[in-house]
């Protein structure tokens, strides 16, 4: 029996898949805070080049990676398909249980998957600088070492409480040849204006969003790069599914269950997106997606339109949303705390293609240390939450006597991120529940917005 399912680089995937274009329902536009309007492709060419714009709104199902892109994927793509055989004997379960492990690139994430052809597109429509932001530091290392593949400058606004107690992220930007800077900083209005309030400010993503926009805009043949919940992050990541089932395939086998983590929805989007296909076209297929009791976007936000940022200086976006005030718990350690979802992934939960569980942080270190004592490999504390699912079906398997097979997308290792395991084994973490009544009051400024439909 196999433990690894490899492709050959012959066989790596040369189209991504685009959803849009088998979505049951269109997604609504979206809209300038403003005027209520929708937003036409040009309002957004002063923040992303043309040909990345163009993706955000093509219908195409299938659009071609270009040579260069593919050539630069190769340096860790095909990643291996994992039958993970000693958790399965853990957990006595007869379920199959698969992950497609992501840890291999050179970040260690998925995050390279959309940040290589983030830079080409950039690079082959003139642009020489990018800024864009990190919290914990893995989106920004992502996009330093292809900047770097492709001879762009990058600067990456950091929230600098991440920047002082994540000093690893910061040096790989910088050995990639990125700059890194904490944010809130002096080099930007916005930036100057929460440091006159708090020169002491622990910054957060949403100020070092506003940050990383303001010095594209007014910078120099310079464009923002985002890595997660737009549509065109979304299609880059599809590489990771596409090549999953070329990999089932080739040993005969087809999921019930595909099961990823969500924070924007880009990893989830990416394993779980070409199984929405043929679950549109009629398989039976469960597809879940797996997020924090702490930051519940999927599981408790309504649909509305919410701004992108906490500075509200993004379009309105239509999306499951728990509000753009939220501010994660203190005591929350793994991951996944963005406010919004990807509106793609949003508007496939109200169509019943996809359904969505909360887990708390207790719950998923636990998972992550019962993966490493039985796979090895240490998981990225927000892959933590696709292995406690992944361990939750495993275990209904097992009472109902199903021999059902499990897909999870292994978004990344937890290797720089070991001060959140540091502090659960220590047994400094606790679980943590947003209450309803915070949702209440973080979505009650959204009610002057249209309903998204
Ligand atoms: C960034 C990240 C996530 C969450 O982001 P998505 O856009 O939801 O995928 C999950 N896992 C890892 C390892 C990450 O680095």
């Not at 910088?174 to 900083?185: A, D, K, L, M, T």
């Not at 909360?358 to 004592?373: D, K, M, N, V, W």
């Not at 406690?388 to 999870?408: F, H, P, Q, S, Y």
């Amino acid at each position: 029996m196999e433990k690894k399912i490899f492709l050959k680089e012959s066989e790596i995937p040369r189209q991504w898949y685009n959803i849009q274009a088998d979505l049951p329902t269109p997604l609504p536009p979206p809209l300038n805070p403003a005027t209520g309007e929708p937003i036409t492709p040009d309002m957004l060419a002063p923040i992303f080049p043309m040909n990345l714009i163009e993706q955000e709104v093509s219908g195409e199902r299938f659009i071609d990676i270009p040579e260069e892109v593919l050539d630069r994927l190769l340096i860790w793509r095909p990643t291996p398909l994992c039958r993970a055989y000693s958790l399965e004997r853990f957990l006595g379960t007869p379920a199959r249980i698969y992950f497609k492990n992501e840890g291999v690139s050179p970040p260690g994430s998925h995050k390279p998957n959309t940040a290589i052809p983030q830079a080409y597109y950039n690079k082959v429509f003139g642009i020489k600088r990018l800024t864009t932001e990190t919290g914990a530091g893995q989106w920004g290392s992502a996009l330093a070492f292809a900047c770097h593949q492709f001879g762009l400058e990058l600067k990456i606004y950091m929230v600098r409480v991440s920047y002082n107690q994540k000093p690893y992220r910061r040096v790989m930007m910088e050995v990639w040849g990125g700059r890194c800077i904490p944010s809130p900083s002096m080099d930007t209005n916005a930036g100057r204006r929460f440091l006159d309030e708090n020169p002491e400010h622990p910054g957060s993503l949403g100020i070092a969003i506003s940050e990383a926009i303001e010095d594209a805009v007014t910078s120099k043949n310079t464009k923002y790069s985002l890595g997660s919940v737009l549509n065109h992050v979304m299609l880059h990541q599809t590489i990771i599914g596409l090549e999953a089932q070329k990999q089932l395939a080739s040993i005969g086998e087809y999921p019930d269950v595909v099961i990823g983590c969500v924070g924007g929805g880009s990893n989830f989007a990416g394993i779980a997106f070409p199984f929405i296909r043929d679950k549109i076209n009629g398989k039976d297929i469960k597809i879940i997606a797996s997020e924090p009791t702490s930051c519940p976007t999927l599981t408790k936000g309504p649909y509305v339109y919410d701004f992108g940022d906490t500075a509200e200086t993004t379009p309105l976006l239509p999306m499951h949303s728990i509000g753009h005030g939220f501010v994660p718990a203190p005591i929350h350690a793994g991951g996944l705390r963005y406010h919004g979802m990807a509106p793609l992934v949003s508007r496939l939960l109200l169509d019943g293609l996809i359904e969505a569980r909360a887990y708390s942080q207790l719950e998923t270190f636990a998972a992550g240390i019962t993966f490493a004592r039985t796979e090895g490999f240490i998981p990225a504390p927000e892959t933590d939450h696709a292995i406690a699912c992944v361990i939750d079906e495993a275990k209904k398997a097992k009472e109902e006597g199903r021999e059902k097979v499990i897909l999870m997308n292994w978004s990344g290792h937890g290797v720089i991120d070991l001060a959140s395991y540091d502090a659960y084994m220590a047994g400094r973490l606790e679980n943590f529940e947003l209450p309803d009544e915070d949702i209440a009051r973080l979505i009650k400024d959204l009610e002057k917005f249209p309903k998204p439909v």
